[in-house]
């Protein structure tokens, strides 16, 4: 019978398609779960199109990229959850240097990424692993035995009108932990985690900003802190440092 599993050669060419820069920065951008043009894939990557459109071609070819083409545009996205999950696992793993130095505006944008963002579909940063602990502080969620949703977790989300059995019934996991690459610790992914940060976005406890960061609205901190049971000065962000600088 022949074997299922990927063999060291089929590993080695996934882990190549990322052993580049510019490739896994066109990954980075993609994590935002929107479709990019290749065109803004090849600002955000600060490559010429021309090089951008063969990575791409390559990460396509890979599997890790899908593409679909409007008119003269081509819209490309991560090929799904898992491949977002993977790029984010490995960029919890990445070492990190010294910051470089930045403008004031990069500081804060850095920042507003950091305290929240999406991870494809679910939410990541600060935010995300503080509503994990939260949620298991409360007794949601049970990491005991691997991380699973408790029956009060369940009466939970009916307060939150997130239905759990068409979640049950998706394909992909309820519940499961994503690395948060830079908190190094666990954020809220699966069904359960897409569903809860659209949910957030919907009720207008939660606003998109730039690219992949999101804001906690001014009403949405004390509604998700009341819902979480934490005290609202704990979803603050941190504060942004003074460079001492001049204008950004």
């Given at each position: 019978?022949?074997?299922?599993?990927?063999?060291?050669?089929?590993?080695?060419?996934?882990?190549?398609?990322?052993?580049?820069?510019?490739?896994?920065?066109?990954?980075?951008?993609?994590?935002?779960?929107?479709?990019?043009?290749?065109?803004?894939?090849?600002?955000?990557?600060?490559?010429?199109?021309?090089?951008?459109?063969?990575?791409?071609?390559?990460?396509?070819?890979?599997?890790?990229?899908?593409?679909?083409?409007?008119?003269?545009?081509?819209?490309?996205?991560?090929?799904?959850?898992?491949?977002?999950?993977?790029?984010?696992?490995?960029?919890?793993?990445?070492?990190?240097?010294?910051?470089?130095?930045?403008?004031?505006?990069?500081?804060?944008?850095?920042?507003?990424?950091?305290?929240?963002?999406?991870?494809?579909?679910?939410?990541?940063?600060?935010?995300?692993?503080?509503?994990?602990?939260?949620?298991?502080?409360?007794?949601?969620?049970?990491?005991?035995?691997?991380?699973?949703?408790?029956?009060?977790?369940?009466?939970?989300?009916?307060?939150?009108?997130?239905?759990?059995?068409?979640?049950?019934?998706?394909?992909?996991?309820?519940?499961?932990?994503?690395?948060?690459?830079?908190?190094?610790?666990?954020?809220?992914?699966?069904?359960?985690?897409?569903?809860?940060?659209?949910?957030?976005?919907?009720?207008?406890?939660?606003?998109?900003?730039?690219?992949?960061?999101?804001?906690?609205?001014?009403?949405?901190?004390?509604?998700?802190?009341?819902?979480?049971?934490?005290?609202?000065?704990?979803l603050a962000p941190a504060a942004v440092p003074d460079t001492g600088g001049g204008r950004a």
């Amino acid at each position: 019978m022949r074997a299922t599993l990927p063999d060291g050669a089929a590993l080695a060419r996934l882990a190549a398609l990322l052993a580049d820069d510019t490739r896994a920065s066109l990954c980075l951008a993609l994590l935002d779960g929107r479709a990019w043009t290749a065109g803004e894939l090849a600002r955000a990557a600060g490559v010429a199109p021309s090089t951008a459109s063969e990575h791409l071609d390559r990460l396509v070819r890979g599997g890790l990229l899908t593409e679909r083409r409007q008119g003269r545009h081509r819209y490309l996205r991560l090929a799904g959850t898992s491949v977002a999950e993977l790029v984010e696992h490995l960029a919890g793993h990445a070492p990190v240097g010294p910051p470089p130095a930045r403008s004031l505006r990069a500081i804060r944008a850095g920042a507003a990424l950091a305290y929240a963002r999406t991870c494809y579909d679910h939410l990541a940063g600060r935010l995300g692993v503080l509503l994990r602990d939260a949620m298991l502080n409360r007794g949601l969620l049970d990491d005991a035995g691997g991380l699973v949703l408790t029956p009060a977790g369940g009466d939970w989300l009916d307060r939150l009108d997130v239905p759990v059995a068409p979640l049950r019934a998706a394909r992909r996991p309820l519940v499961r932990d994503c690395l948060d690459w830079t908190e190094r610790r666990p954020h809220l992914a699966g069904a359960l985690g897409a569903a809860l940060c659209a949910r957030l976005l919907d009720l207008g406890w939660l606003s998109r900003g730039t690219g992949r960061a999101v804001r906690l609205t001014p009403a949405g901190r004390p509604a998700l802190a009341e819902a979480l049971g934490v005290a609202p000065t704990d979803l603050a962000p941190a504060a942004v440092p003074d460079t001492g600088g001049g204008r950004a």
